[in-house]
C-alpha cells in the first residue's frame, strides 16, 4: 500500500486549503485515516483521525477543533480542509492510514509530508 499526498502550500493568514491523500494497491482495507502534523522544532502531533472504519465520527486536537476536518471519499483518499489558518499552523502535515491486509495484517502507513506555509 503506498499513500500519496501531493498539496499544501503558502497561504495567508484566515484562508483555506485542502489536503489530500490516497491510498493505492491491492487488496486492502482502510481501518482509520489520520493526519499528523510537525512545526519547525517540535514534535510531531495528531491532528485529526477518524474514529474507526464504517464510523462518521472524527477526533481532534483541541487547537484545531472547529477549524480542520477530516473527511473520505469511495476511492480509498483522505481529506484535511484546513480553514482559519494561523501562522502557528505553519507545519509538515502528514496524512496516515492503518490498513487490513491479509498478508500483514493491520499495519500504519505514511503519506510523504507536504509542507503548508501560513505567512502574510
Known amino acids: 500500500v503506498q499513500l500519496q499526498a501531493p498539496g499544501g502550500g503558502l497561504v495567508q493568514p484566515g484562508e483555506s486549503l485542502r489536503l489530500s491523500c490516497k491510498a493505492s494497491?491491492?487488496?486492502?482495507?482502510?481501518?482509520?485515516m489520520a493526519w499528523y502534523r510537525q512545526a519547525p522544532g517540535k514534535q510531531r502531533e495528531l491532528v485529526a483521525r477518524t474514529i474507526r472504519r464504517g464510523s462518521p465520527g472524527a477526533w481532534y486536537a483541541d487547537s484545531v477543533k472547529e477549524r480542520f476536518a477530516i473527511s473520505r471519499d469511495s476511492d480509498n483518499t483522505a481529506y484535511l480542509q484546513v480553514g482559519s489558518l494561523k501562522p502557528e499552523d505553519t507545519a509538515i502535515y502528514y496524512c496516515?492510514?492503518?490498513?487490513?491486509?491479509?498478508?500483514?495484517?493491520?499495519?500504519?502507513?505514511w503519506g510523504q509530508g507536504t509542507l503548508v506555509t501560513v505567512s502574510s
Open positions: 496516515n492510514m492503518n490498513v487490513y491486509t491479509a498478508s500483514r495484517g493491520s499495519v500504519d502507513y
Open positions: 494497491g491491492n487488496n486492502f482495507i482502510i481501518n482509520t
